[in-house]
């Protein structure tokens, strides 16, 4: 499957690397208004270079990476999905439930294959986490609790356009437990503060923040977030359900220990998410190619990416005003807008 | 020091074992309405068996441990203190948030010592957790997360008396989370729902909630409780501070582990807190007769039994209400009323 | 079942603690030709004081634990079985296997029930390990390895009299080995060196040493001596069955785990025998108490204790001369030599 | 750098893989007598196919990669040495040491590059241990023990040919064992049996073994080795020193555990060499180019490959004769046969 790369960013060099690897894949062109870093990635990988009008007239191009700023998502899964185009799209698709829901309506209006990049559900670990829960390993899941932490807070003019830590952070954690508890969440409360970093707190954002959230029949979750933690990128997963508990622990790049007077001591989790999840953009490209080329239902979806924004937002909103919020109320809203 | 145990009960015989094994206690008279409990503990310890007024007047007895029911702790700690006796009181002091008050203001006039029987603070584990975060070892503590789980849930007979979950399991991690953030928690949100057993929820309980908790600088906390856990009863506590975090496991009778095809086994965890804080009992009680002996202020004090009790009021209301509650609005409350 | 103690020192110590501790048993007497040694153990548990002639003729004294230094050890088991005691003496029986075998010859002779001292069968975990072998949880077992370190090499003064590294420590392995096997060991063949003390090495012994075993059927068995680990008193068993593994890990005082920027930090197992094997102590003394009682075969037996030490002079001659030695060998001779 | 792949067999396909996978690498042809083999990875990877005599006078080749049965290793590495390519070969590079010496000879002579496919050396968690080892972090190495365990038996038609169980298998952690005491192995002492498969013992051969080795400054190590490990492919290896112990754990493919009322289970570790050592496979071949194009010293060098090779011949004769084996011994006969 020949696939066209916009964006050579990080993010960019990330899925460049993932549909290099795949040999059911070919990372024909890229596109960057930054020739410079088109350039880096074509002389990389032996790709060519292209406009977004060439790849969207390109017949041979079956399929489109977005990984470019926040900002244009939307208007390029509407210009590929107009193009015939596979979509896999770095989330989120857009900042606001408003034009994501425009966005997906224009989706479902051209029939275009949509899947959104929540890596983290094609993490060999989680997915089997998934994988044993869906074959009923603890019975029926009650109560998923997700502790997600970033080594070191991003700089503040990151901060301003990320949306917050619930859109740009959080959002992974809620997709994961709306995923796990396999049911659609209703409802959340969410406390922040700004602790780590004070001018994240100036620019009306937190750095630290938990969030609790129910699903119409009681379900249970929570999300743990902070932007520091000087042991890594900490990463897990537990999912308590009738018959027992499954549970993901952090990944280590070595399995040594060293022992001595002062007691035992292992080496540092991974401590970036492009470490840790290597094998999850990987799997993610292969899914999206075997979604393609089965012509099953994207997953996650565009619905799936548009759900986690609308619990973002109800935390965001939350989190301002002491309440519990529910979905509906944020979803509503954005539907009359829309 | 010489003892009077109040109630032959679970617990009571819990503390019985405890002051019978401290080389610095004597556990000198049992004092319980049903006499055959009474006579068990008397037999097994080989202690005498004596009225409440017998006990009050006795100027050889220095301490009390109160493990009656609840709803007499109030009555029995004022006598006590009005004796000028040492008290050791099972939590909660009441599930009355107006009666505590005024149980506290007699514990005041009289001056006597009364220290409550928040055990987690007592196992080692935990202890050395606090000790590391006192030592700065995780620099300022920014978020405390515990885990809590029952084995089972209680008989529903249990659960109508026992002021719903949040006053009679979540008050234990309340106390825990705010000894360990070292800072008064200000505000709760809480969700709650009945997941393991209907009947709870149909008593106007919940068997599965959790609570965020946050201090007045912004601190946060996050407790998660369920009253099933097939795998035992699951204690854990993280602290994560500026330079990093401290966590404490669950424990384990045996350090085994089996590996065969189908892959690497452990045993279950303890399955109860009279396995689980066996050392923590002991420590427990040993802490009380050093804080008579050196004088020192009690820890846990009444105070900290009042203020997990107006946390889990809080949460109480919170879960109902599905809005974040402060401490102050169910203190003042109270106040207003004793 | 009443106790008379054979000896105040610091293996007396730990059993006086055990007796005292079992509701079971009563710490009757203690002997020790120290006598501020017998009145501080008298004082501590308030026994009383007597003299070997006098333990041995009261009537009211059902057991001796024999915990003098090793040289008085078979003239008491002969004593006292001749006295009609039951005996508990800590390991070794002498450190000539001639002694042991006439030693045994008086026990047999006596029809006494004699329990020899090996504590590590009665630590929990491992207790727990070999129930899980003779449940058939991993099959028939082949293989045993058993990694042994004490903390920190003992004074030179006491390996002098101890009969070696072999006889002194390696011999609780080897009963252990043979216990979890199964089956008699055959055969050694050991390497050893002086390694962390020279002048261990100038005493004709050596601090780090390691040993292969085998039965007459050829399983397997390795143990891992060294008298240095600076992370403490390292105790580990794996056994390989046709089924599968089973491993008993280290042991901790806490379970806490400290995250930093550096890794993972646990602190150290137990740093010696009588904290890591409390449990252990008390464990023994009530089989000990058991095996009396139920008038069953002891275990570990008199032969346990002449088999070890029978492996440990085959390990000593293997390690001089550079060959498999079996434990044939060794015994025939002390059989021609009693 | 332009490689010739010679054998396409099971260990020829896992180089292939790096090769291709290293951006420094270029796999340009491959020759194996089996064409079908030859074209299959030729299909595979877009390379071409050649005879041996194009390979060794095809100037553009820098690199072979000798990865045929055991048989031919000594005559290709002779030719390829002559022919001034740079040489990867497997292990062993023979049976024999006698032909072993000779063809060391021969590469000396010539002046060629040859290294030794000792994958283990790279494996991340393996070489962590070392360079942590020479960081000094636990001082001086006292003792080295290696457990390997294969998960099955190979078949005895392998067996017959593989030069027996300290040649084929025990070999890797003689290597191991030599690498990590940084001093020269002097001595052996081993013991075996046939306890997984009978015809392996009918064959001549041990299916679990365990060797002491020993070096001239007393340096201790133990391997033990078993052909059956239900529960995966068992690699683990620990360094104790003056200042500490460093233990190389399992790997595991995922991180989760299932939590039930029978206790805590993890899912097996890696099941094969070629799933367990895929980063050391690609580690591997990174550093034979970077040795080759920095002109540093082979390592594993040759020289290595035949120590490895002169401990498992003495492993064997100390297994059949009882006694501990020097491999001064065996060096010198195969140098007086040379």
Known sequence: MKFALLGAGRIGKVH???????????????????SRAAEAIAGQYGCGIASIDKIAADPAIEAVAICTPTDLHADLIERFARAGKAIFCEKPIDLSLVRVRRCLNVVEQTGAKLMIGFNRRFDPSFAALKAAIDAGEIGAVEMVNITSRDPAPPPVSYVIHSGGIFRDMSIHD??????????????????????????IGAAGDYDSVNVLLETASGKQA?????????????????????????????QRPVTIEHADASGF????????????????????????????????????????????LAIADAAVRSAAEGRKVTIAEVLDEADQSA
């Open 265 to 308: 001591h292992r080496p540092p989790i991974y401590d970036f998410f492009m470490s840790r999840y290597v094998a999850a953009f990987a799997a993610e490209i292969a899914g999206f190619i075997r979604m393609v080329k089965d012509r099953t239902a994207p997953s996650p979806s565009g619905q799936d990416g548009l759900l986690a």
């Open 222 to 250: 929570v999300v743990s977030n902070s932007r520091r933690a000087t042991y890594g990128y900490d990463q897990r997963i537990e999912a308590l359900g009738v018959k027992g508990m499954m549970a993901a622990e952090n």
């Open 16 to 34: 460049a690397r993932a549909i290099f690897g795949d040999p059911d894949a070919e990372l024909a062109v890229v596109y960057d208004p930054d």
């Open 174 to 199: 809620f997709d994961m437990a709306q995923w796990l508890l396999g049911e659609a969440l209703v409802a959340v409360s969410a406390h922040g503060a700004a602790l780590v970093d004070k001018q």
